[in-house]
């Protein structure tokens, strides 16, 4: 157990006399991991960029003599150093919490206040995603918009519009339940209340759901088609379930492509029409070596070794095709309100595409975004 005579601790701060004075400095238990947000989470780059600077201005608040402080600097760089944290980021935040006055840090000089346009901000609040683009330079390059008229450029300041990003659900907000209700104790008293947690019951499955062979057995059915109520990626073994009944006549689908041969490659489209229909053309410019998208190219890129395949006759073909890949029908899509049913599809595929990691950034094959898209059925 660690006890002192001469100094006392609370959280982070070690108090002690210094002759007729008060002296602080950083304290921290032995059992303390520093574990700081990695520099790899996906996190806005502000979020990361600034927990340096918050660190080290702590230490400077924190310690009341530069001996102090420039070995908590220096302690503290190490423990983001071992958090990835790159040397010349800790080293500007060193030199950034040197030069602000400490009595500043205590809260002893008042920070110059701002006046703010009309006393309002104006946040565009999105969910962040690291695929987003540079949103805050977007918005700056199109302010000018609310110039044209003047009513609209009476109502916004430019200088205080700005980009406020909300969490996606991570693992603690998905598996914890924070809606409580009080409710009387079992003992029947008035007077004495107990909260009781009353979790989102989830609705059930229906069995009907999946992805399903028609009855005809056709050739798509017959051969490539794989009967499921779920699927996972390839990339990331992320498993998910198919919330419809999809068969091969199914019409607005997207639906997943995976490569045998190739196990992490798998291809991620949508058809406004049947997916018997959609295979058809998929079949046939894989057959002709038509690079008429990102799944027939891979294809024809690797005709002559991984994917080399006997074209001679329809039935070879087919029976040859069938051993190199598997297609899974992943979701019936109903238009959005507001958008037509290949807006909406887009947009789904969009999604899975990001969500199963098919998109060159992860090494995949699907290269098509909402910005660059030829429309096809």
Same mark, same amino acid.
């Given at each position: 157990?660690?006890?002192?005579?001469?100094?006392?601790?609370?959280?982070?701060?070690?108090?002690?006399?210094?002759?007729?004075?008060?002296?602080?400095?950083?304290?921290?238990?032995?059992?303390?991991?520093?574990?700081?947000?990695?520099?790899?989470?996906?996190?806005?780059?502000?979020?990361?960029?600034?927990?340096?600077?918050?660190?080290?201005?702590?230490?400077?608040?924190?310690?009341?003599?530069?001996?102090?402080?420039?070995?908590?600097?220096?302690?503290?760089?190490?423990?983001?150093?071992?958090?990835?944290?790159?040397?010349?980021?800790?080293?500007?935040?060193?030199?950034?919490?040197?030069?602000?006055?400490?009595?500043?840090?205590?809260?002893?000089?008042?920070?110059?206040?701002?006046?703010?346009?009309?006393?309002?901000?104006?946040?565009?609040?999105?969910? *962040?995603?690291?695929?987003?683009?540079?949103?805050?330079?977007?918005?700056?390059?199109?302010?000018?918009?609310?110039?044209?008229?003047?009513?609209?450029?009476?109502?916004?300041?430019?200088?205080?519009?700005?980009?406020?990003?909300?969490?996606?659900?991570?693992?603690?907000?998905?598996?914890?339940?924070?809606?409580?209700?009080?409710?009387?104790?079992?003992?029947?008293?008035?007077?004495?209340?107990?909260?009781?947690?009353?979790?989102?019951?989830?609705?059930?499955?229906?069995?009907?759901?999946?992805? @399903?062979?028609?009855?005809?057995?056709?050739?798509?059915?017959?051969? *490539?088609?794989?009967?499921?109520?779920?699927?996972?990626?390839?990339?990331? =073994?992320?498993?998910?379930?198919?919330?419809?009944?999809?068969?091969?006549?199914?019409?607005?689908?997207?639906?997943?492509?995976?490569?045998?041969?190739?196990?992490?490659? *798998?291809?991620?489209?949508?058809?406004?029409?049947?997916?018997?229909?959609?295979?058809?053309? @998929?079949?046939?410019?894989?057959?002709? =070596?038509?690079?008429?998208?990102?799944?027939?190219?891979?294809?024809?890129?690797?005709?002559?070794?991984?994917?080399?395949?006997?074209? =001679?006759?329809?039935?070879?073909?087919?029976?040859?095709?069938?051993?190199?890949?598997?297609?899974?029908?992943?979701?019936?899509?109903?238009?959005?309100?507001?958008?037509?049913?290949?807006?909406?599809?887009?947009?789904?595929?969009? *999604?899975?595409?990001?969500?199963?990691?098919?998109?060159?950034?992860?090494?995949?094959?699907?290269?098509?975004?909402?910005?660059?898209?030829?429309?096809?059925?």
């Amino acid at each position: 157990m660690e006890y002192s005579t001469t100094s006392i601790v609370f959280l982070d701060l070690r108090v002690s006399m210094g002759g007729p004075m008060v002296l602080t400095q950083m304290y921290s238990k032995s059992s303390d991991t520093h574990a700081y947000l990695l520099p790899t989470s996906c996190h806005p780059t502000h979020v990361c960029r600034n927990i340096p600077k918050g660190v080290m201005k702590r230490v400077r608040r924190n310690c009341a003599e530069e001996t102090t402080c420039e070995e908590g600097f220096s302690e503290y760089k190490q423990h983001l150093l071992n958090r990835g944290y790159d040397s010349s980021l800790i080293d500007q935040a060193i030199e950034g919490a040197r030069t602000t006055p400490r009595e500043q840090l205590l809260g002893i000089v008042e920070k110059e206040k701002v006046l703010i346009h009309g006393n309002k901000q104006y946040p565009l609040v999105i969910k *962040f995603n690291p695929r987003l683009p540079p949103m805050a330079r977007f918005i700056h390059q199109h302010v000018k918009v609310l110039e044209l008229t003047e009513q609209t450029k009476s109502m916004f300041n430019k200088k205080f519009l700005f980009v406020s990003y909300k969490m996606e659900k991570n693992i603690l907000g998905m598996t914890t339940c924070n809606k409580f209700k009080e409710e009387p104790s079992p003992s029947g008293s008035s007077s004495s209340m107990a909260l009781v947690v009353h979790p989102t019951p989830s609705l059930p499955d229906d069995p009907t759901w999946g992805c @399903h062979s028609c009855p005809k057995t056709c050739t798509l059915c017959k051969n *490539f088609l794989q009967d499921s109520t779920n699927f996972t990626s390839p990339k990331t =073994s992320q498993n998910f379930k198919i919330k419809s009944h999809i068969d091969c006549n199914t019409k607005n689908v997207i639906y997943l492509i995976l490569d045998l041969k190739c196990p992490e490659i *798998f291809y991620i489209g949508y058809t406004t029409d049947c997916m018997a229909m959609r295979w058809r053309n @998929h079949k046939s410019h894989v057959k002709k =070596s038509i690079k008429s998208c990102e799944l027939a190219s891979h294809f024809v890129s690797l005709s002559t070794t991984t994917h080399k395949i006997d074209k =001679s006759s329809q039935a070879t073909f087919t029976s040859e095709l069938k051993e190199h890949l598997a297609i899974i029908l992943i979701e019936s899509v109903k238009p959005q309100t507001g958008l037509d049913v290949e807006a909406t599809l887009k947009e789904r595929e969009d *999604f899975w595409q990001g969500a199963l990691k098919s998109t060159p950034l992860f090494g995949g094959i699907n290269k098509r975004s909402n910005k660059a898209r030829n429309k096809r059925s």
